[in-house]
């Protein structure tokens, strides 16, 4: 296949996949009972004339699949709706990339390096202690929920021991952000280094690195170069894959040591029951997943001649 | 937010429409089965003998050979005994009643009278720990059986059908597997009303559904052009005869362990939701509005926050290995 076709064929299941889903989000969220206009006005009722104008101006009226049409059009102008005080979601959004971002890839880096490191000792030293205690490791780390650990972390290295800030982003980058970092990138490191770990055992015993110990290369150099090169194409994909979830799987973090960032934002935006801004950063999360995992496989297809060529 | 592991299937098959990469998944399996698996969670190290043990002497033989089973089984029984009747547990340090409340002892430390301390409205830690169970099980064996009915009926029509039923469901899974997992139930709770452990069981096995759909597809395809199904086919047999005693049998086994994994991960999931004010709402008792309303007062009282921590992460941890040490028996090609 060229790789025109594939890209094509790519940005086309991109494209169904994400009408899929918007439309899943939107008659979730909008065909469900209960009324947004009467929840604006709390106790009291609001003026008739009042409701008719807010019902006209976000088109409540009309058939849901209008309604959708009205805000996927809006969607591709950039647009992700107004929450029901008038603000922009983009608008907020907008302001909120930069801590977002600069946590995932904080919390990105520390996968990279601590898992990649942690998975190839394991690997080299399989069956031994060390590849035990690795294995009962990452278990341990998946097993605990994310905000369990947050909340622990904050208190034993925030408020215990001093050693990080509590909350908020005053002391700045790398400061404010490693801990929060590190409590993302856990449940991704643990993945890492066992898929690290059972790459470099296949790649061990592959034939081509009995060749090269048959030709009397040092090991350092075997495991250094070629074994390191060839067992990390799945350890990049799931990388890959994982800055998608990274940047959307911060929800919890932001929340807990108050992080202005787009997941604080849906937090916030979840407690203050905003639908409107639940949905339109929902969608502007999963929008960047969707094409950071579309850019992956292409990225795979690339960097793996037999997907390119099947 | 996390999504919760989606889980890779591991088996690569050369069907058609595998060409192209899976959208959410990368197939890092090319026609190549030895590649290891993208899993969140790859299996428990185990020597390559385990496999043909298994297939020598049967799955049950080989799970009771392994001390990790026996921990793990063991746990969730005491789980189980615990959700079933949780006022004779609760009744061990003389405080059954989880909602007998003493304001004016609030937020106390632990101490004879209450073992885990008391909450800030004065409520036992431990009583309330221990009804709190019954939820988050109920949750997660809810979620993950209706989603693992649900994949079984659709991913055995998909994967031994094929044709229209297969590009139907391949794209249904495709759709949903575009949510991250929590974002997805966020969206959904958020437009929800009444809470209960029933409705966010179902949200959450709307949710998990895909992913064991999915394996169940690619399960029953490499089953399906078996001989021995070939054989049955042969020989004239209903395909539900044929379904029900030649693919199930042998197709089911990597979709069992996921699930057990799936039980863990939808505990979590719930967790975090309620933790996050969508999933169960007070007065119900569960870990993830214990671990709520303690998280603001952490600094002062952090006795409220690590015991239902605790329990959460055991609970979490024993369904975990116990799905891991099921797919190194069930599944010979995970690793």
């Known amino acids: 296949m060229t790789a025109a076709r594939l890209v094509t064929r790519r940005v086309v299941e991109l494209l169904v996949v994400f009408v899929g889903v918007s439309f899943v989000i939107y008659a979730m969220v909008f065909a469900l009972p209960g009324d947004p206009i009467a929840a604006l006005g709390g106790d009291r009722p609001l003026p008739a004339n009042v409701v008719a104008q807010l019902r006209e101006q976000f088109h409540l009226d009309e058939p849901v699949w209008r309604q959708y049409l009205y805000w996927l059009s809006a969607l591709l102008h950039g647009d992700l709706g107004t929450n029901f005080a008038g603000q922009s979601v983009a608008d907020k959004l907008a302001l909120r990339w930069p801590v977002t971002i600069t946590l995932a890839l904080t919390a990105w880096l520390i996968e990279v390096v601590v898992g990649v490191a942690l998975g190839l000792w394991a690997g080299l030293r399989r069956g031994r202690a060390a590849d035990k205690a690795v294995l009962a490791g990452t278990i341990l780390a998946s097993s605990i929920p994310v905000f369990v650990v947050a909340v622990s972390a904050q208190l034993l290295f925030g408020v215990r021991l001093g050693w990080f800030p509590v909350a908020g982003t005053a002391a700045g980058w790398p400061m404010s952000y490693l801990l929060p970092a590190a409590c993302v990138a856990l449940f991704g490191l643990a993945s890492v280094a066992r898929l690290m770990r059972g790459s470099v055992i296949d790649t061990l015993h592959s034939d081509f690195v009995r060749t090269l110990r048959a030709k009397g290369l040092p090991r350092k150099e075997i495991v250094g170069v070629h074994v390191m090169r060839n067992s990390a194409i799945p350890v990049l994909t799931f990388l890959a894959v994982d800055l998608g979830y990274l940047l959307g799987g911060t929800v919890v973090i932001e929340g807990v040591f108050n992080l202005p960032g787009v997941g604080n934002l849906l937090f916030q935006a979840i407690r203050a029951h905003e639908g409107p801004t639940v949905v339109g950063v929902s969608t502007a999360l999963i929008l960047v997943f969707l094409v950071t995992n579309a850019l992956v496989d292409l990225l795979h297809a690339v960097l793996d001649p037999r997907i390119r060529h099947a | ?335």
């Not at chain 2, 799955?59 to 005491?78: E, G, K, S």
């Not at chain 2, 794209?171 to 809470?195: E, M, N, W």
């Not at chain 2, 394996?215 to 052009?225: D, Q």
């Not at chain 2, 001989?227 to 990597?254: D, F």
Request: charged share 15%; with cysteine; hydrophobic share 50%.
């Open chain 2, 1 to 335: 937010m996390r999504d919760t592991g989606t889980p890779g299937t591991g088996l690569g098959d050369p069907g058609p429409d595998t060409t192209v990469p899976d959208t959410t998944v990368p197939d890092t399996t090319v026609p190549d089965t030895t590649v290891p698996d993208t899993t969140g969670l790859p299996a428990l190290d185990e020597n390559v003998e385990h496999s043909e043990q298994a297939a020598r002497r049967g799955v049950w033989r080989t799970l009771r050979r392994r001390v990790l089973f026996w921990a793990c089984a063991a746990t969730l029984v005491v789980l189980v005994a615990v959700a079933l009747v949780p006022s004779w547990f609760a009744g061990w340090f003389g405080q059954p009643d989880p909602r007998a409340c003493d304001l004016a002892a609030s937020a106390q430390p632990p101490s004879a009278e209450h073992v885990f301390g008391t909450d800030l409205q004065g409520c036992d830690v431990y009583a309330n720990v221990i009804f709190g169970t019954r939820n988050s099980l109920a949750v997660g064996l809810l979620a993950t059986a209706l989603a693992f009915v649900v994949a079984l009926v659709l991913g055995t029509l998909a994967g031994y059908h094929g044709g229209w039923a297969d590009r139907l469901v391949s794209r249904l899974t495709d759709v949903f597997l575009g949510f991250p997992f929590l974002l997805g139930a966020v969206v959904v709770l958020t437009s929800i009303g009444t809470r209960s452990a029933v409705s966010v069981a179902l949200v959450l096995a709307l949710f998990s559904w895909p992913t064991m759909a999915r394996l169940m597809r690619s399960s029953v395809r490499s089953v399906r052009v078996a001989e021995h199904v070939e054989a049955a086919r042969a020989m004239g047999l209903r395909t539900g005869r044929i379904l029900l005693h030649y693919v199930l049998p042998n197709a089911i086994g990597p979709v069992v362990a996921v699930a057990t994994i799936m039980v863990g991960s939808v505990i979590v999931a719930e967790s975090t939701l309620t933790f996050l004010g969508l999933g169960l709402r007070a007065p119900s008792i569960s870990w993830g509005l214990q671990l709520a309303s303690a998280q603001s007062h952490f600094q002062t009282a952090p006795h409220m926050l690590v015991f239902p921590s605790i329990f959460l992460t055991v609970t979490v941890l024993a369904m975990i290995t116990l799905g891991d040490v099921l797919r190194d028996t069930l599944d010979p090609q995970s690793r």
